[in-house]
């Protein structure tokens, strides 16, 4: 049945258990699999956990999965802010990453068993100061994602952008003016908008195999040790 209208304060990623954070991985990829089985999205299950019934903000993340070290983004759709409740997020959000893309033509059949799903639960948007030097302080790789604002144009990058990528907190800022369609060095304007959130992330280790939550800060760090 439907999770219905969302109540409660909003799901702080910090709430979200690794329990909770399975079930919604295995709920991303059986959405998909029930689209592409019956043409029809998946209603909210009745085994819903009650924390996934209020209002949450999250992304899904579709991965080709070329070995435990080489995957490659097959789509990634989200919401910034908890419009409805998170279990209804995560259905919305694995149907668009999987179909409605516009970077990738939509998910087969045939690669559902090629491919890995993640699940990023998001924090409420905070803004950066307007100083480069606040917002450089501001930011912190493999802890927070970044959103960046001017007018019509709006990028993001989930917090594990950065850490897959090496980069240092003025790269990631740069990139995700990119990411916006703007210039590299429109975070340095306090014209820009700048904005960061904290997430949690879980995702299948292999496809259909175990889920694991991600510690993006060990991974910079064996990133770092390993480029050392």
Known sequence: MPAGAPSGRPVDPDEVTDEVGEYLVRLARRSVEHYLKTGRRLEAPGDVPELARRPGAAFV?????HGPDERELRGCIGYTEPVKP???????AALAAAFEDPRFPPLSPSELDTVTFEVTV???LE???RSPEGRL??????RDGLVVERGVYKGLLLPQVPVEYGWDEETF???TCIKAGLWPDCWLDPETRVYRFRAASWREAEPRGRVERRDLRRELEALIG???
């Open 173 to 175: 800022l740069s990139e």
């Open 122 to 124: 998001l924090s409420r």
């Open 137 to 142: 302080s501001f930011t912190l790789v493999g």
């Open 86 to 92: 998170l279990v209804d997020t995560v259905i919305d």
């Open 61 to 65: 993340t579709i991965e080709a999965y």
């Open 127 to 129: 803004e950066a100061p």
């Open 226 to 228: 390993g480029s050392g």
